[in-house]
């Protein structure tokens, strides 16, 4: 996959992801029709369903706020036959009938129940829709639209509140798969999207995902449907030690810390200054992690003791046994260099997209390892903290001494960014509006720290922002960019998808989006300039997305990053 080493790929992935978020009013569906059967990756292409080379949705999240953990979900699995095109009536490899596609979700249920050792049921309830069109090569322009179609008729189908735990009116995981007659049309491709209110993703009933038994694939998928992002890409270094990146494997892989803390299944101990001994337990047993800050919010390590399953799931990766040191950037991707999520390697050193050696894991008479090992910040390349020694206790735990260093200040960019400075207007800043319609304010009322904000109210929709142009840049170096936003009556919907945020003007580069009524949030970016200019906006609205609402920013931060290769 190659690299997407420059501002113009980065451009053009967000722009293709933005492209994914396809809403339409629901329309007249089928009856109720539902099997209860207890019972990814997104690299789509007809041919190979979830799993093929090429990634459908590149943007973190799909926007969703990471779920909180329950003891069950619900997701439907849809067979979408045409007016012409029964599931039944196909006659080669693959699913042809609801006894197949029931097998395979149990074994999609087991996995998941392993993934959370036990903590967490994923039940997959099969139903039917039936398409008003005959299979062929244009029954629908693109994947946007058949997935529009099949999405309504899901709603009109099942009790939305049933698979909708997070409440937002959207249905939490359909995985569809059509009834193709081994055609592998353009519109029925794979991977993970939100339409017409269902978040989902689609494979043909003889996909090589599918012919395949790739269970790995299907439950890559189902994590992205509820908020789950890709591990995989030109600078990952994780490959086997998650599913999602390696989610061909038979049997399946396993989750990271990272993933799990994300789904509220592990809730790290975090670490404090100074010298600590730190005892883990293998995650092949159960789940166990500790996180150590540093002085950026979006920027933190995790670490756990993770041991190859000798057997089973997660069986099929080499035979590593020994403490894994993750460094977690918030903002960024597995496309970007310093990357979403890396693994530092026990002697300094692992290359951008290389799985990762035995010796790359931290543990006692390790010969690659030297002590103490320093992990450092992306921000400047302080010093985070240090593993002084290792040692195991027992069959499964690691003991660890660990020294936390103090926080080195984070150095700030941006001109003005608490917005207390000014005579009549907030300096180095300036109001900016597609329309003349909205209200600009330097706000003494309100603010997140000291003792003002700016703020902006739209009655009508806009575009609306606070800007602030940045000169003397390095093209091509990373920089984050972030800002604290809070809130008011914002309104986002199917044609205004993207509310609040922060964003590099110009382009597509933003982070991701804030609606409703909220206190105070970090928003943050990450983006490489081509030019030694460029212009930063906190930001109410959107190209294509003119929303309502008052919004107020404070504490904007500028920092450049170091990569996590050099």
């Not at 049997?251 to 990272?258: L, S, V």
């Not at 496309?335 to 894991?361: Q, S, T, Y």
């Not at 900016?432 to 009508?460: C, E, M, N, Q, Y």
Request: charge should be negative; include cysteine.
């Amino acid at each position: 996959m190659p690299s997407t080493s420059s501002l113009c790929r980065v451009l053009a992935s967000v722009a293709a992801a933005m492209s994914l978020l396809s809403w339409r009013p629901v329309q007249a569906g089928a009856t109720e029709a539902s099997l209860a059967e207890p019972s990814g990756t997104d690299r789509a292409s007809p041919a190979f369903g979830s799993g093929a080379p090429d990634h459908l949705d590149r943007h973190r999240h799909f926007g969703f706020v990471a779920p909180h953990h329950v003891e069950r979900r619900r997701g439907l699995a849809v067979i979408a036959d045409f007016a012409d095109s029964r599931l039944e009536d196909w006659q080669g490899p693959g699913i042809d009938n609801a006894g197949d596609l029931a097998r395979q979700l149990r074994k999609m249920e087991a996995h998941w129940a392993w993934l959370s050792r036990g903590g967490e049921a994923f039940q997959w309830n099969i139903i039917r829709v039936t398409l008003p069109v005959n299979l062929s090569a244009d029954a629908y322009p693109g994947w946007a639209e058949y997935r529009d179609a099949v999405g309504a008729l899901i709603r009109a189908q099942v009790d939305v509140a049933k698979y909708d735990l997070d409440q937002d009116g959207v249905i939490d995981s359909a995985w569809v798969i059509a009834s193709n007659q081994g055609m592998n049309y353009d519109y029925l491709i794979g991977g993970a999207s939100s339409n017409a209110g269902v978040n989902l993703f689609v494979d043909t009933q003889d996909s090589l995902s599918v012919v395949s038994g790739a269970t790995g694939n299907f439950n890559h998928e189902t994590a992205h449907t509820i908020g789950i992002p890709d591990l995989y890409g030109p600078y990952e270094t994780l490959h086997y030690l998650t599913v999602m990146s390696d989610s061909w494997a038979l049997p399946p892989q396993d989750f990271t810390a990272y993933e799990r803390s994300l789904l509220d299944w592990v809730a790290p101990r975090r670490l404090a200054r100074g010298s600590q001994e730190v005892r883990l337990s293998s995650s092949r047993r159960g789940m166990d992690a500790v996180r150590i800050d540093t002085s950026r919010p979006s920027e933190y390590f995790l670490v756990e003791y993770k041991r190859r399953p000798q057997a089973g799931f997660g069986s099929r990766a080499p035979a590593y046994d020994g403490v894994v040191v993750y460094h977690v950037l918030e903002g960024s991707n597995q496309w970007m260099d310093p990357p979403l999520l890396k693994l530092e390697a026990a002697d300094g050193f692992i290359a951008a997209d290389a799985a990762p050696d035995l010796d790359d894991f931290l543990f006692p008479d390790n010969p690659a390892m030297q002590l103490p090992r320093v992990f450092r910040s992306y921000f400047g390349g302080a010093e985070v903290f240090r593993i002084n020694r290792l040692r195991t206790t027992g069959r499964d735990g690691m003991r660890v001494d660990v020294q936390v260093a103090p926080r080195v200040p984070p150095v700030n960019g941006m001109v003005n960014g608490s917005f207390e400075r000014g005579l009549d207007s907030p300096a180095g800043w300036q109001a900016s509006a597609w329309l003349p319609t909205s209200t600009f304010a330097w706000d003494a009322a309100v603010s997140r720290k000291g003792r003002r904000s700016v703020s902006i109210s739209s009655g009508s929709p806009n575009d609306a922002s606070w800007v602030q142009t940045q000169a003397q840049l390095v093209p091509g170096q990373a920089y984050e960019f972030c800002g604290w936003i809070r809130g008011e009556d914002i309104v986002t919907g199917p044609g205004a998808q993207i509310g609040a945020n922060v964003s590099v003007m110009g382009g597509f580069v933003l982070s991701e989006s804030l609606s409703g009524t909220f206190d105070w949030k970090q928003a943050c970016v990450i983006f490489r300039p081509e030019a030694t200019t460029a212009t930063l906006a906190c930001r109410l609205g959107f190209f294509g997305s003119t929303v309502t609402g008052r919004m107020w920013c404070d504490d904007m931060t500028l920092a450049p990053l170091r990569s996590a290769f050099d």
